[in-house]
């Protein structure tokens, strides 16, 4: 596999531990697996490099509990740190602000607060992703994203050698999709 491809599945791989637990990340692992013993190894594993992207972005939907993973990270705190030049050995102290919005529509009338909060909001968020099943995760979309993506690789690993140009090119476009942010 290339350097791309490692690439992604490193990150792809934390932010699933991040998003959903080691569960959820080794549900990932096992799908990626799964294409790599099916694909064939004289064309450089290329369904299963194309596959890891847009595996990735299928199953992690971008909702409120995923950036609110993301927002109360240990590496979002340290690379906020590291761009705004705070030591802790100066005495330098950082404090996190949200902006919550709060919009109420009652009959005709729309009402909308916007209050200054610490970041317990988005803790309890981040909390969530434990309980939280990942099926009823995302929108309705997302989900059915989800699950089509999942399908295109199950089918991809299972006929693999009776039409694999064909798999490579829907991979691929899946892959460019994702990259453009269009899937």
């Known amino acids: 596999m290339g350097r ?7 990150v792809a791989l934390r932010r699933c531990v991040i998003w959903g637990g080691f569960d959820y990340a080794e549900k990932f692992a096992d799908s990626v697996v799964a294409l790599y013993r099916d694909d064939r190894g004289d064309n450089g594993r290329a369904l299963t490099r194309k596959a890891i992207l847009p595996l990735a972005e299928a199953c992690l939907a971008r909702d409120s509990v995923y950036l609110a993973s993301m927002a109360v990270s240990s590496e979002h705190r340290r690379e906020t740190r590291q761009r705004l030049n705070v030591h ?16 109420m529509t009652f009959i005709r009338w729309r009402f909308r607060i916007d209050l200054r909060t610490s970041d317990w909001m988005a803790k309890v968020l981040a909390t969530a992703r434990l309980v939280l099943p990942s099926s009823w995760r995302g929108t309705s979309r997302d989900r059915q994203v989800r699950r089509l993506v999942q399908e295109i690789l199950l089918r991809a690993g299972t006929g693999a050698e009776s039409d694999y140009d064909g798999c490579r090119a829907t991979l691929s476009e899946l892959h460019d999709m994702a990259l453009d942010g269009r899937l």
């Open 4 to 10: 791309e491809a490692h690439r992604d599945l490193a």
């Open 88 to 103: 802790l050995a100066r005495g330098d102290h950082l404090e996190v602000r949200y902006l919550t919005r709060l919009e």
